[in-house]
């Protein structure tokens, strides 16, 4: 496979994963699949990391994502065993 094909490959699954994390909060539903308003929401976040609030912003983000992550291994786990 040409090296183009294998670095358009990892970017579809790069944008797909992305778009997979917009749908698995719940965004998608919660616009009625507006893409202004997703994309307005976007950038209000890009413009809270630019500010000097970023950091902050980011650390609270961060944390309550990998909550959730930990939230669904655990439901992943508990519905195998039953």
């Avoid at 090296?3 to 778009?19: F, N, P, S, Y």
């Avoid at 990391?49 to 508990?78: I, M, N, P, Y």
Wanted: proline residues 0%; glycine residues 10%; without cysteine.
């Amino acid at each position: 496979m040409r090296t183009w094909q294998v670095k358009r490959r990892k970017r579809t699954r790069h944008l797909i994963e992305l778009g997979g994390l917009v749908v698995k909060a719940g965004i998608v539903e919660l616009t009625n699949d507006d893409r202004a308003t997703i994309y307005g929401a976007l950038l209000w976040i890009a413009d809270k990391l630019q500010s000097d609030q970023g950091e902050h912003a980011r650390d609270l983000w961060a944390a309550k994502g990998w909550q959730a992550f930990g939230g669904e291994r655990r439901e992943e786990k508990t519905s195998q065993r039953t």
